[in-house]
Every structure is written in C-alpha cells, then in structure tokens.
C-alpha cells in the first residue's frame, strides 16, 4: 500500500500559478503510475494529468495542456503538479491518485487504487 498527501493548494489570482506536491509513504513510489485528478462542487472527478511510473511519459487533457506540468522526484518520493496561467474554472480540490497496475489509460478515476485527502485551489477573478 501506499499513502498519499497533497499540499500547496491556496488562493490564487487568475493568471497566478500554485505548484501542488503528493507525498507518498509506504511502499516505493516508483513502482506507482500517478495522476491528479480535481473536484469542484457539484461536478464530477475530473482528469488533470498523469505519469506514468520509471518514465517522463505524462497525459494531460485539453484544458490543462500549456499550462499544468506534472513531474516525479522518485528518490522524494514526491509528485508535483505545477500549474500557471490559472482562471477561476480551476477553482477545485485537487486530488492525488496512484496505481501500480497496468492500465490502457490512466485519465479515469478507476484506473487508480490510491487517494489522497485533497487540497484547496481556489482562483479569483
């Protein structure tokens, strides 16, 4: 198993940029595929992007292209999510998520087995 913890989340400008962090403790996290997926009220578990595990191979969707950029300190056992250019739309919390099972895609939140508790964005017009 492996537990997860997300920081970094806050208030933030439209325009501004947060780099959000999951911490990992338990098993190596290296073994795991990770993604960030987000939540606003209302709305359903929405994709973010994604690693994949021992490699720079990431997915991002369309809203999140050119401006979230996912990345992986396996020897921190951390993976960051930095985000720029935010508008209010990104207001949500954002969750961590982690799998060390192959999947045929890793944008689903069944693709993943583990979750953090969540962390606050909140971006202001």
């Known amino acids: 198993q492996v537990q997860l913890i997300e920081s970094g989340g806050g208030l933030v400008q439209a325009g501004g940029s947060l780099r959000l962090s999951c911490a990992a403790s338990?098993?190596?996290?290296?073994?795991?595929?990770v993604g960030w997926f987000r939540q606003a009220p209302g709305k359903e578990r929405e994709f973010v992007a994604a690693?994949?595990?021992?490699?720079?191979?990431?997915s991002y969707p369309d809203s999140a292209k050119g401006r979230f950029l996912i990345s992986r300190d396996d020897a921190k056992n951390t993976v960051d999510l930095q985000m720029t250019s935010l508008k209010p739309e990104d207001t949500a919390v954002y969750y961590c998520?982690?799998?060390?099972?192959?999947?045929?895609?890793?944008?689903?939140?069944?693709?993943?087995?583990?979750w953090g508790q969540g962390t606050q964005v909140a971006v202001s017009s």
């Open positions: 690693i994949w595990r021992r490699s720079t191979s990431t």
């Open positions: 338990g098993r190596p996290f290296s073994i795991y595929h």
């Open positions: 998520a982690a799998t060390e099972y192959y999947r045929a895609g890793y944008n689903k939140p069944h693709d993943y087995d583990y």
